[in-house]
């Protein structure tokens, strides 16, 4: 228990404490008088170069300035009497330099720098400084390892033991590092382990090496020598470990690590199979962000040790065979380390403070107090101060006893050691900082408004802004006690005049400073990834927005590094372009955007696809007669995979310099075996292909000549056929150069009449066809064909059947009859003729029709004779005979056709076609007479069909998509006109006219009326049809025609030329039936060609003409009408709109004009 008097001491501690927590370290001014403080020393553990000078630092600052010495190994150490020994100006710093002789190994020891001035005196750490280190290996005589396949190995390096200690690794003669994976590893002590020898490991030249750093120089031991005993099985074995040793620490082990420094452990362990090698942690998992799994996990590494990782770690080793463990208990071992580290301390005359000194450790470390570097328990006596334990308390302090006070925490493992001086000062308030700062900030950004001061008593701080309201704390505000004022996430109120004030009893001191707040920098259209394809352009964004006021500054990096603009890379406003890009324009490209208070950056990945590099160092292998290995090395994909690879070859024996695709593989491939042809000197290129396109093709490789056969290729497309009726032509496709397979080429032919019992005839021929004469028309014969070089033969085709000539059908198909007679189409039936009649191969039987009239009285048709082929073979034979015109006169006749010859005509038959439902009007026309009616005019469609009994006219009201009732009108066959009132301007119609027949109403010709205020008519309008000069000028030109079609049918009865193109023979044309449709409109797409020697219009175009005579001859025979006329057969050209556009239904066509000349 305490005693009251006790728990008051406590009591006022504690209250003391309380105070004592607000009093912080703030730098003294180093105008005014201050203890030393020590500001550079080196190293605790110091190691030197002995080839280099040794320095040994020590600063210190105070006021006066501070005077240094030296202890060495704690002994006062005299500067002066050492002439190698010098100490820098105004410092403590040890120069020790070696040119007048001397060995740095002479000045190994423990240093320790004091600073001294009037209030104190400050320590540096103590310094132990040892000379680097870098012994050769030891003369050694290593004899040959010998081992069995199959059992572990380890061959030791054993460096010699430098300061620092050197770093390991083993390589062979040729400075090539020994390859390490699963079974062959270094371990941590620098040997080599083989977990399995294998017969590969037998090698004259391991040898472990040593590099020491300070030295950097490398040196290498003797190289083991190992030899290998083999055997046709190696014995499987269990796993078992070489480190650690089974026989040194069983199965466990221990490990002791400090705290901070790096923990490494590791298994290895033998066994055939190789084992694999897995860790866990007992009680605990293994953390992925501080556990490291290095030499193919045979290593636990984690970097910085804390307590926290101290436990068992076991090591598991695994194989087919069976499987060990290993435990290694880790020991987290501590050497002193800060919790509280003291600092400076300033009081005014009769104020209270403390310095706390505290450190952790394992073992925890004792706390030693020194005073101007002697043991406070030694110095003088203070009754202001009181040690207790970590902490001195420091009551009612007096000008004068101003000290420096070290604290010592120490344990077996480590030290640590700091200076804090106590000053005693009496000084007013001061600005450390400038006066009247401006400080711009970005919007959103944490500033911090510095008002650095000093004062002794530590003066009051306060913030004001515009010089208004209490003190600013709390809030977005924060004052921190070195006089710092933090405004998190700054807005644009914040801006204004901020007032710092400090005082304390001896006086006040205040300072402004100003607060703009700016708008931020940002990218506002940042670049993005682009894949481009090579010689194409890109364009990269960068729009960027900031505060008017600032001066933003844009700059593109390329990798990190400035970019170079030139013509092709060019910078604009708001983007970069790049022209015609290439494979060196690829990389990452920052768009940075700076001003003087913030910036902004945005990356994007520009990568460029192209075609691929060429395969290289192309490789023949595995040469054999007929084939070869071809190896190669892939190039580059410029970033889209290559996807297949196209190998060529050139031969120079048949087509030298003709490089020809061979095959295409696969692109993952890069060997392949090609198939050869005999006789053929090759050399081989490969082209890699991806997405973009080919390479240039690699260089060739060297060459390589296949030896010669006999031809292995049967010559392909063998076939006979007479050209005349008395021969038979044999042909086939030569052989290509690369399939001849040796000189001289030639190819043996055989025939013979089939199923006669004759013997074959044949013969040799280089050329690649032969001519049978003098046979039978239209027999078979066999044939067989063989391709012969001058080492042997090739193989003989399979027999073929051939045919000798054909000749011209003998007889002609008999008793020609119609049935089933329709308006398009009739049934036909015939007798065929006897098939050895036809001498020659059957094609078909062939009608030649023609419309000879319409049943329309006055109505012109065509002549011209059209044809359908009927394929059968029945013995009743019937066709079906289709696109006719209703309501005609068609006559027809039928021969029977082989490939290339027709036979004799059949009788003639005429028959007449129904009444069909007519065709379109010729033209129908909507005129806007005036605003209330519109006229409608048409005319009679150009081919009835059949006798016109009337039209039918439908129309509704458009409204937009809406359609109205529909109407019905009808008209009698000479009506072609109709006006229909409107109700009001604005409606509008839709017309449907068709013509009616018997059969029914025709196709329908639909017309919508125009708009009002856009009438195609107009009421004013002049309707040119019905100009007396129009009509004029069209009988002129009608009487023209006219007179020219005499002329020429003159020249035609006296044998002149005239000028259409001429016509062969229909009945001896081979006509193929998919080119008539069987279709006799007069108005064919022949009348549309222009004749030779036509005219042409005013407006440019051609004038047609419809006067082929050609279209009605039959073979050399005119055909023409009873009275020898031609001119009803010329065809009217039917143009529904461009002729007739602004006709008017009630003047003259002027083709009603022709047809009255006619």
Known sequence: ???????????????????????????????????????????????????????????????????????????????????????????????????????????????????????????????????????????????????????????????????????????????????????????????????????????????????????????????????????????????????????????????????????????????????????????????????????????????????????????????????ISHSIHVQVKAAPYWLDKPTNLVLSPDENGRLVCRANGNPKPHIQWLVNGGPIDSSLPNPSREVMGDTILFRSVQIGSSAVYQCNASNHLGYLLENAFVNILNIAPRMLGPKNQLIKVIEAKHIFLDCPFFGSPQPQLRWFKNGQGSGLDGGHYRVYVNGSLEIKHVRPEDQGTYTCVVSNFLGKEENQVRLEVKDPTRIVRAPERQQVVRGSQVRLDCKVSSDPSLRATVTWLKDNKPLTLDWRVKREEEYLSILDVQNSDEGTYTCSVKTDLDQDSSSARLIVLGCP????????????????????????????????????????????????????????????????????????????????????????????????????????????????????????????????????????????????????????????????????????????????????????????????????????????????????????????????????????????????????????????????????????????????????????????????????VSNTVQFRTKEGVPEAPRFFKIIQRSSNTIRLNWDQPLEPNGILIGYRLKYHTVNGSKAGRMHLESFLPNVTSFTLHLPDRGTRYKFFLAAVTQEGAGEVYAEESPHFSNEAYSKDQVDIATQGWFIGLMCAIALIILILLIVCFIKRSRGGKYPVRDKKDLALDQVDQKEHDGSFDYHSDEDNKPLQGSQTSLDGNVKESDDSLGDYGEGGDGQFNEDGSFIGQYTVKKDKEETEGNESSEATSPVNAIYSLA
């Open 613 to 904: 590099d060429p395969p290289k160092d192309l490789e023949l292998s595995d040469l054999a007669a007929s084939s070869v290995r071809l190896t190669w090395i892939p190039g580059e994909d410029n970033n889209s995979p290559i996807t297949e690879y196209l190998v060529q070859f050139e031969e120079d024996r048949w087509e030298p310099g003709r490089w020809q695709n061979l095959s295409v593989y696969e692109g993952k491939l890069n060997s392949v075996t090609l198939q050869l042809s005999p006789y053929l000197n090759y050399q081989f290129r490969v082209l890699a292909i991806n997405a973009v396109g080919p390479s240039t093709p690699s260089l060739p490789s060297f060459r390589y000549l296949t030896s010669g056969a006999s031809p292995d290729v049967i010559p392909a497309g063998l076939r006979g056929w007479g050209t005349m009726n008395n021969n038979m032509e044999i042909s086939w496709e030569p052989l290509l150069d690369t399939e001849r397979n040796g000189p001289n080429l030639r190819y043996l032919v055989w025939w013979r009449r089939k199923d006669m019992g004759e013997e074959w005839s044949n013969v040799t021929t280089v050329e690649p066809k032969h001519l049978v004469s003098d046979t039978q028309t239209y027999v078979p014969y066999e044939i067989k064909l063989q391709a012969v070089n001058d080492l042997g033969k090739g193989p003989q085709s399979n027999i073929i059947i051939g045919y000798s000539g054909e000749d011209k059908p003998t007889a002609a198909p008999t008793d020609l009859r119609l049935s089933n007679v329709d308006s398009t189409k009739v049934t036909l039936h015939w007798i065929p003729v006897d098939p050895s009649t036809i001498l020659g191969e059957f094609k078909e039987y062939r009608v030649y029709f023609w419309r000879e009239a319409s049943l329309l009285p006055g109505l012109r048709v065509s002549q011209e004779r059209s044809v359908r082929g009927f394929y059968t073979m029945a013995a009743q034979p019937s066709g079906i005979l289709s696109d006719l015109m209703p309501y005609s006169l068609y006559s027809m006749f039928m021969v029977v056709a082989n490939r290339g010859h027709e036979g004799p």
């Open 1 to 323: 228990m305490l005693a009251p008097g006790g728990i008051s001491a406590l009591t006022v501690m504690s209250l003391l404490l309380l105070v004592w927590q607000d009093v912080s370290s703030i730098e003294v001014p180093l105008d005014l008088k201050q203890p030393p403080t020590i500001v550079k020393q080196s190293q605790k553990d110091y190691i030197v170069d002995p080839r280099d000078n040794i320095i040994i630092e020590c600063e210190a600052k105070g006021n006066p300035v501070p005077m240094f010495s030296w202890r060495r190994n704690g002994k006062f150490f005299n500067v002066m009497k050492d002439p190698r020994v010098s100490m820098r100006k105004r410092s403590g710093t040890l120069e020790i330099g070696f040119r007048s002789g001397g060995r740095p190994e002479d000045y190994e020891g423990e240093y320790q720098c004091f600073a001294s001035n009037e209030l104190g005196n400050a320590l540096s750490n103590k310094i132990l400084l040892r000379v680097s280190k870098s012994p050769l290996w030891p003369k050694e005589v290593l004899d040959p390892v010998v081992v069995s396949e199959g059992s572990p190995l380890v061959l030791a390096c054993n460096p010699p033991p430098g300061l620092p200690p050197p770093l390991t690794f083993w390589m062979n003669s040729s400075m090539m590092p020994i390859s390490q994976d699963r079974r062959v590893s270094m371990g941590l002590n620098g040997d080599l382990y083989f977990s399995n020898v294998l017969a590969k490991d037998g090698h004259t030249d391991y040898s472990c090496n040593a590099r020491f750093l300070f030295t950097h120089t490398i040196q290498q031991k003797n190289p083991f020598t190992l030899k290998v005993q083999t055997s046709r099985r190696v014995p499987e074995s269990r796993p078992k470990f070489l480190s650690p040793s089974e026989t040194a620490s069983g199965k466990d082990s221990s490990k002791m690590v400090l705290r901070g420094e790096k923990l490494l452990i590791e298994c290895i362990a033998a066994g055939v199979p190789t084992p694999s090698i897995k860790w866990l942690k007992k009680g605990g998992e293994l953390s992925a962000e501080r556990v490291h799994l290095d030499s193919f996990n045979k290593t636990l590494r984690i970097t910085s040790v804390s307590e926290e990782d101290a436990g068992e770690y076991v090591c598991m080793a695994s194989n087919l065979i069976g499987s």
